[in-house]
């Protein structure tokens, strides 16, 4: 069973960047592809980005293409999702989690998540 730990969420202003980490243990985590997911309130949890295990491919929702990067370090077992230009449709409990199908399906574990909030 994997445990997935989220930080790095905040309070930012409209424009501002954030990087959040992911961390997990219980796999072989160089053998999953990972993604981030998010879920804003009153809505359902939607695809954020997801990279595969070598970092060969990566794949975006297209409200955060060319404004999100996401990035993996095996030797950490940590995923990381560098936001910037964030607005506040960004809002929303940021989750990682083992992508289950290729490239927006993920594995039914869940962490904490981390909690993003944008003012205007």
């Known amino acids: 069973q994997v445990q997935l730990v989220e930080s790095g969420g905040g309070l930012v202003q409209a424009g501002a960047s954030l990087r959040l980490s992911c961390v997990t243990s219980g796999r072989t985590f160089s053998s999953d592809a990972m993604g981030w997911f998010r879920q804003a309130p009153g809505k359902e949890r939607e695809f954020v980005a997801a990279?595969?295990?070598?970092?060969?491919?990566?794949y975006y929702a297209d409200s955060v293409k060319g404004r999100f990067t996401i990035a993996r370090d095996n030797a950490k077992n940590t995923v990381h999702l560098q936001m910037n230009s964030l607005t506040p449709e960004d809002t929303a409990v940021y989750y990682c989690a083992v992508v289950h199908r290729w490239p927006d399906v993920p594995n039914d574990s869940w962490g904490g998540g981390t909690q993003v909030t944008v003012s205007s």
């Open positions: 990279i595969s295990q070598s970092s060969i491919n990566t």
